[in-house]
């Protein structure tokens, strides 16, 4: 390293920092060159104009610029860059007065004001720096049109020689230093912007990786999901198989209760069965509706008209077997005020119903009563469910809708998933639901929907009551179901109905024993061996003598794209394991009636 480049960099050693570095060395470059610079002027005047006035300014000028470096050298460099200001200030300012115009110093401002946006990074030494700077040039100019100061040459007729040698060797050095700093300003603004664009192309690509890290991510997560939705959708269907059975029994058992008066006895075994069979169906509907939440897969309202009292009382019926068991009673009541037909999606509100009669019946007192009430108000609908329960303490107010929120109970057990389902389907019906509780008394949850009247009903037969149902003699049903125990349970509701059942456990001898006897109505299950149930379906519409019969498909899978894929393939309805029995016997009772109008 040559002298030069000592002087330079002199202070760099110990700093890390390669803009403070670049600050050292411009503020030390500007201290020689100018020191340097002072010298050749002062010298120059000197044999020019003789004396010391400009002589020995210059020499002292140069020394304390020097002297600038070497406090660079010991660490002070804060005081190193205010000094070169000043230094460059005070001596701007001699000369302006002992001079005037002959050196035109005061185009060194420029120079000063690059210098300062140069060699500071600190606002605040910028703006004292330049306010400086400012100053005595201010006052540089005030003193020139004052003539406080006298001034070294006072007539051009004396020094003329020197006037001229004197001003066309300073105005060159003097826009060269402005050429100069303002060089280094536009190379440091250059390099700011490359070291901007670098950082920017360095967020960008960091941005990149990690959005290549997110969607592998995402992928991994969507995949996780997948998964577990098709684990949770496979033991589903597993569970609801066996689940259809029991279901099946306890409710061929409070049939023959019914039927004979001898079985009394076990009428309370019945409903006992029912009532824990209908909410373990109850806790994998929940479970399935949660996992589809979670995939951001949830249903989509479909809306429809259907008559509200029909669907209420259905509804009521339905759960009035699993409350009799407590010796719960549940009262409802619909409002005049509430038109006979709704347009709004039948399945998403039975689901919410669901779940709050469930709710209710399970933290009911016993030997209480459950109310129900419809009404309307201001263009809006409301179901209102009161329990006679011992109430919700305030603090668990605030999370009653959160998931898996629940309290033990000797009756019934769930998985706290039920009111968090309900808000998330009454909010995807535009609606919303509230609760109030007294300690003691029970509790209220009030659901709040869009009014939505229609006048004639979409369905092609309303809800069909208890009353209406037709009985099964000279029917021929076929099932094909390749589990013995759903055989057994459904054949068996089916024959006390009168209906002649045949049997088939798969689709090939379904098909066989469909065109040997012309069934009135098939129920296919989905999941069968062998020809899978679609393709069981789509051979029975391919047949003259087959594709007009009623096809009712008995899943376990309660998807809604299962169903809709199955009832595009030709299925007049489909119904979700396990089976209620009142409601198979409202959907038999329309197709056979369908049949007898329209042979």
Known sequence: MNLLQLIITSGCSNVLDENKQRTI?????VC???????????????????????????????ILLLSMIYVNKEGWFSAASIGTILINNLTIQYYSAVLGRVTEVHLLFIFLVGLSMLIFDNKRLRIISIGITVACFLAGEINIYNGYVPRLLVSADDHSTAQFVIRWVTIPSILGLDLMVIYYYVKNIDRLRKNELEHVENKLRLAKEYNTELLN???????????????????????????????????????????????????????????????TKEIINNILEFSKIEAGKQDKPQPSVFNIRDWIEETVN?????????????????????????????????????????????????????????FSSNKKWYIQVTDQGAGI??????????????????????????????????????????????????????????LIKAGKSTESDPDIRAEQFVNLCDTTILI???????????SRFLCGLGSKVMLAEDGLEGLLLAKASRPDVIILDSHIPGMSGKETLACIREDALLKDIPVIVASGDPFKEASDELLKAGANEYMIKPIEFKALHSTLTKYIKQRITHP
Do not use: W
């Open 480 to 490: 094909i179901e390749d589990d013995k125990m759903s055989q057994l349970v459904l």
């Open 32 to 62: 020689l060159t100018t020191a340097l610079m002072s010298i050749a002027f002062g010298l120059g005047c000197y044999f020019l104009m003789g004396g010391v006035l400009i002589y020995l300014p210059a020499i002292v000028e140069a």
């Open 393 to 450: 303490p305030e603090d668990k107010l605030r999370t009653i809708f959160d998931a898996f929120v629940t309290e033990r109970n000797i009756f019934l057990e769930g998985t706290g998933l039920g009111l968090h389902i309900t808000q998330k389907l009454v909010e995807s019906l535009q609606g919303q639901i509230e609760v109030s509780s007294i300690i003691g008394k029970g509790s209220t949850f009030t659901v709040i929907l869009p």
């Open 318 to 374: 339905m759960h009035q077997y699993v409350a009799i068991v407590k010796n719960v009673r549940i009262k409802f009541s619909v409002d005049d005020e509430m038109p006979e037909q709704l347009n709004a999606d039948k399945v998403l509100l039975s689901k919410t119903l669901n779940n709050l009669l469930s709710n209710a019946i399970k933290f009911t007192t016993q030997d209480s009563h459950v109310t129900l009430r419809i």
């Open 217 to 279: 991510l995402t992928a991994q997560l969507e995949k996780a999901t997948d998964a577990k939705s098709i684990f949770v959708r496979e033991t589903s269907h597993e569970i609801r198989t066996p689940l259809n059975a029991i279901f099946g029994i306890s409710q061929l058992l409070q049939l023959k209760v019914e039927q004979n008066k001898s079985l009394a006895s076990i009428r309370f075994l019945a409903d006992h069965l029912y009532a824990a069979s209908y909410n």
């Open 25 to 29: 060395r411009t503020v030390n470059l």
